[in-house]
């Protein structure tokens, strides 16, 4: 079967590159692909994003924006937005994942990750980004209800359910929304930071949807990632870590190291609820049924966060 948008992407680079081949990467959770592009020269990354799936705007505005706040974005090295194409540059295969996996050292990443993420958070500019909001975040929430139950667990949930569900939930959003806000990835986890070829700093993806959201977010998803199970010693380590060097515009919010983890676990916990809805949402929707396989390391977060925030919620102990 021929693949009109690879033959347009070809025609594209074409103009650009006398020689080149072309080898598919893994996708992500949108409809995006990404391709290697491999020339005499050098290597880079395609990314493929279909107009009428996928706006490359955001992404152009704030890749831009990253990098002129010194933040490691990968440059663009040529774009075709009315076709959806990039050219990225190309930070390699090596993911903090797979870094990890290799059974590397991965202090000098968190210090890296922290830092850039310091960062972030001190850009004035901040685009007019769009708010992460108490209804957005309810409507992440409701993920659960309408696709984890469903289809994980069997169970639709009834009016009075989803009522006592939300009832219990309205307080812990509130108090999210009520913290600091700041610029926020949105996706800052194991998954989205890769090890350059050349080394640190740590290259950033992803970051399409980012926001203005609370200070502890992107460190939450960091922290207590949905695809890493680090023990609680080190993430308490690297959240003091943080904290102690947070600006103190942010920092005077918080009474202590202990008020603030806490925020940072409340965060994690709205996280992980939406996340179980997506990876749900992305098997019996989209067909991609590998992100089953990591619904029981984000359900354990979620039960342990339940356990050390203290907290019953209904239908999250299902």
Not at 13 to 40: N, P
Not at 133 to 153: A, G, N, S
Not at 193 to 219: E, H, R
Request: hydrophobic letters at 40%; aromatic letters at 12%; proline letters at 5%.
């Amino acid at each position: 079967m021929s693949d009109l948008r690879l033959e347009q992407a070809k025609q594209w680079l074409a103009k650009q590159f006398s020689h080149f081949e072309i080898k598919k990467l893994a996708g992500d959770a949108s409809f995006r692909r990404y391709f290697r592009v491999l020339t005499t020269d050098n290597t880079y990354i395609l990314m493929d994003a279909p107009p009428e799936k996928e706006d490359i705007s955001p992404f152009i505005h704030i890749c831009d924006w990253l990098a002129e706040n010194q933040l490691r974005a990968p440059q663009i090295i040529m774009r075709n937005q009315s076709q959806g194409f990039l050219l990225l540059e190309d930070f390699g295969d090596v993911t903090w994942s797979i870094y990890l996996k290799q059974n590397n050292d991965i202090a000098p990443l968190f210090k890296d990750a922290l830092q850039q993420l310091h960062r972030l958070q001190n850009i004035t500019n901040t685009l007019e980004l769009p708010y992460f909001d108490i209804t957005r975040m309810q409507q992440e929430c409701d993920l659960y209800l309408d696709w984890y139950l469903p289809h994980i667990k069997g169970l639709t949930p009834s009016s009075k359910q989803r009522q006592s569900f939300h009832h219990a939930l309205q307080p812990l959003l509130a108090e999210i929304h009520a913290l600091p806000q700041a610029a926020v990835h949105l996706d800052y986890h194991s998954r989205n930071l890769m090890v350059p070829k050349d080394g640190l700093p740590l290259g950033i993806i992803d970051f399409q949807d980012a926001v203005i959201g609370p200070v502890t977010y992107d460190l939450a998803s960091l922290l207590y990632d949905c695809y890493q199970d680090y023990p609680e010693t080190e993430r308490r380590y690297w959240s003091q870590h943080f904290f102690t060097n947070l600006n103190d515009k942010y920092k005077a919010s918080f009474q202590d190291f202990e008020a603030w983890h806490r925020a940072v676990r409340l965060t994690s916990l709205q996280r992980h609820i939406k996340v179980l809805g997506i990876f749900a949402r992305l098997a019996h929707r989209d067909g991609k049924m590998q992100f089953l396989d990591e619904i029981p390391l984000t359900h354990q977060h979620c039960m342990q966060e339940l356990q050390a925030l203290s907290l019953q919620i209904p239908l999250l102990n299902t």
